[in-house]
């Protein structure tokens, strides 16, 4: 092969390390005991289908779609300890991800959805939605201002508690990496007590969805700031390839 | 020792939880001052080209019972075969086509359902033809890490026959759960019924992919 053009990393993505993301059963979490599936996944090297995805464009973002304080108030801000969450999406490569679409949602500084089905007795904030959405940067950024969402009880034991958190819903460039997780807080002793978070079977893999506080992008008198970075898929280069290129 | 291949792991995966549509559906369950409209939300526009067609179902659990929770995502390639978005070098594909659609099932039902149009087919690596498929993501509260599915269509027997996955011996016994049954049609416009099953007797094929 000749010693040019500089591989581009446009190849499968890397293989997913079941064993670094939880199993889909973990009986501790008692709703995975029946939704999770008991054969073999089925290995499928990606063909077009998984390694396509669609576009955000950042025109469909509003103002205030990166500001929970300020996306559904009416009558004054949202309660609660006030935040910004901000870092980067990469891949396993440590490449930024631009273009990112990123969903999130939460509870209320009450730990309280606003939701039908939410049934917790804490508040409903009238000036809280609790979701925004941002789409990356050239250098794959993206950040957001909300307030630091309460923990909650939920039921699976008849005590059992959920740690604070925000969920993020992440497309990056192809439909093989598309991810949901959910962030937790720096130094929240409820994070190793949660049945979900413990279904993860290593405690790097759970540190990596533990934010760390960023005194350094706090806004001063205002707003505290967290910092999450968000790792999806890396992709092969085709430095040799030895398939049919075009397919 | 060794040098580091430095590379970084993937975010692990949680669950979607009970509350996915806050985020991803607000206005489907009355958040209505946030987004303009849910994203996905909207059937196929008019003016894509191809068989218009109707993807409809419910997801069940080991017990048989029916996900009213779960939220689906369907990917898929325009009428032509190509793909809209990133990662299609082929060819533009058509450009009224989104081919990325969102719906969470119905709150009492879990019924889901797309309007979309039939895909075209798309090679596999070797340059095969694999048969007409959309592909669909599933997650919900109990579901640790998002699930991959295909659709294949009924009406294509000899197409899927030659799919590179259809010919793989060892899942002879469960490829049917990869087709979906014709279910008439509404209007003129075909519906298919693809059920999921994540567990039991009938569970679906689910990829890793
Ligand atoms: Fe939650």
């Avoid at chain 1, 500001?67 to 980067?88: K, S």
């Avoid at chain 1, 460039?173 to 949660?194: K, N, V």
């Avoid at chain 2, 997650?139 to 899927?160: C, K, Q, S």
């Avoid at chain 2, 016994?173 to 075909?190: F, I, K």
Wanted: glycine share 10%; hydrophobic share 40%; net charge neutral.
């Amino acid at each position: 092969m000749r010693n040019a053009p500089a591989p581009n990393h446009n190849g499968g993505f890397y293989q997913r390390d079941r064993a670094w993301h939880p199993p889909a059963f973990t009986p501790n979490y008692k709703t995975s005991v029946l939704r999770s599936p008991k054969h073999a996944l089925l290995s499928l090297n990606n063909t077009l289908s998984e390694m396509t995805g669609p576009v955000f464009g950042h025109a469909m973002l509003g103002e205030l779609d990166n500001d929970l304080i300020r996306n559904y108030a009416t009558t004054g801000d949202a309660i609660g300890p006030r935040i910004i969450v901000h870092g980067r999406v990469l891949d396993e490569d440590g490449r930024p991800v631009p273009g990112a679409l990123l969903e999130y949602w939460q509870a209320n500084a009450g730990g309280r959805y606003r939701h039908k089905k939410e049934s917790y007795l804490a508040a409903i904030d009238p000036n809280f939605g609790g979701c925004g959405r941002s789409i990356t940067d050239e250098e794959g950024r993206y950040w957001f201002r909300t307030i630091k969402p309460g923990a909650y009880p939920w039921p699976n034991g008849v005590n059992d508690w959920r740690p604070a958190h925000i969920h993020f819903s992440i497309f990056g460039h192809a439909f093989a990496q598309r991810l949901i997780t959910q962030m937790y807080f720096e130094g929240d002793p409820m994070i190793w007590q949660c049945p979900i978070v413990m279904g993860i079977p290593d405690k790097a893999a759970v540190a990596q969805l533990v934010a760390a506080l960023d005194r350094e992008a706090t806004i001063p008198m205002d707003t505290l700031a967290y910092k999450f970075d968000i790792v999806l898929r890396g992709r092969r280069s085709t430095m040799f390839e030895n398939r049919m290129e075009g397919n | 020792m060794v040098q580091s291949l430095s590379r970084l792991k993937e975010s692990p995966s949680q669950t979607a939880g009970p509350y996915v549509h806050i985020g991803t559906t607000p206005n489907f369950i009355g958040i209505n001052h946030v987004y303009a409209q849910d994203l996905g939300l909207a059937p196929c526009p008019a003016a894509a080209k191809g068989q218009r067609i109707i993807i409809t179902g419910q997801v069940f659990d080991g017990s048989g019972a029916v996900l009213r929770d779960a939220l689906l995502e369907l990917w898929q390639a325009d009428a032509d075969g190509l793909y809209p978005g990133r990662g299609e070098h082929r060819g533009a594909a058509d450009p009224n086509f989104p081919g990325w659609f969102r719906q969470p099932v119905d709150g009492v039902s879990g019924i889901y359902r797309f309007e979309t149009i039939k895909p075209g087919a798309v090679p596999f690596i070797d340059g095969r033809k694999m048969a007409p498929h959309v592909t669909l993501w599933i997650v919900a509260r109990g579901i640790n890490i998002g699930l991959h599915t295909r659709m294949y269509f009924p009406d294509e027997a000899a197409a899927n026959e030659a799919d590179p996955i259809f010919t793989r011996f060892e899942l002879r016994a469960r490829l049917a759960t990869l087709v979906a049954a014709r279910d008439g049609e509404e209007d003129g416009v075909p519906v298919y019924r693809f059920d999921i099953h994540l567990q039991g007797d009938k569970e679906t094929i689910f990829f890793d992919i």
